[in-house]
């Protein structure tokens, strides 16, 4: 009864090597979010998508793209991985009416970039 | 935009006795505070959540107040259990902004 699924849960990549992640609901809520979660740290805010339209953190670097092709699925593209970029990624959902306003959040994608 | 502090950073106390962690927020505009929990290496999950409409709300061992005046929020753990260890998260939602803003976090540790 997963309701939030991400792939892989570890990923570990190359300096420099683009890596996708992947994130998908049963939940058909219309908001999908992926955040960037280090160490002992507050998950932080890269995008979002309302049904197809995407917002970006203003602070969110461009090397963090993402694609969202249907109301179930979400993909985070690195496009070029530093050591910094090594998290664990949290993508989480909701459904955007009146008064609801609950985040569901997935198992995360924990990265590792050596 | 929207700043969450959160505090203390760390807390530990003897199973059994009552925890207390306190955000506040800098925007007036605010209407919506979840509380998540995350245990290690785990999702956050939604514990408790309040809305400007109201003062207080609770859930068994769980409460959460809110004074709007003074732009702050506190979490309420009574007879504290040692799963009840974990990161505790607060968050503020700006009007209708789909965005949470997360506070800090807190380490709660309930001690045997």
């Known amino acids: 009864d997963a309701m939030v699924i991400q792939n892989p849960r570890y990923q570990v990549t190359q300096f420099g090597k683009p890596v996708t992640l992947s994130c998908s609901q049963t939940?058909?809520?219309?908001?999908m979010y992926w955040y960037q979660q280090k160490s002992s740290q507050a998950p932080k805010l890269l995008f979002h998508y309302y049904d197809k339209d995407f917002n970006n953190e203003a602070d969110t670097p461009d090397n963090f793209q993402s694609r969202r092709p249907n109301t179930s699925f979400c993909f985070l593209d690195i496009r070029s991985p530093g050591l910094g970029d090594a998290a664990m990624y949290l993508c989480?959902?909701?459904?955007?009416?009146?008064?609801?306003?609950?985040?569901?959040f997935g198992p995360g994608t924990r990265l590792t970039v050596l | 935009g929207e700043n969450v502090e959160q505090h203390p950073s760390t807390l530990s106390v003897q199973e059994g006795d009552s925890a207390v962690i306190k955000c506040t927020y800098s925007?007036?505009?605010?209407?919506?505070f979840p509380w998540y929990k995350q245990e290690l290496g785990k999702r956050p999950q939604l514990i408790i959540d309040?809305?400007?409409?109201?003062g207080e709300k609770k859930d068994q061992r769980i409460a959460v107040t809110l004074n709007k005046t003074a732009k702050h929020f506190s979490l309420h753990i009574t007879e504290t259990q040692p799963e009840d260890s974990a990161v505790y998260f607060c968050?503020?939602?700006?009007?209708?902004?789909?965005?949470?803003?997360f506070g800090s976090g807190t380490q709660l540790t309930v001690l045997p």
């Open positions: 968050a503020g939602r700006t009007g209708s902004a789909r965005q949470l803003t």
């Open positions: 939940l058909n809520h219309n908001v």
């Open positions: 309040i809305r400007s409409n109201v």
């Open positions: 925007d007036s505009a605010s209407n919506y």
């Open positions: 989480a959902t909701s459904r955007d009416l009146a008064g609801i306003n609950e985040q569901f």
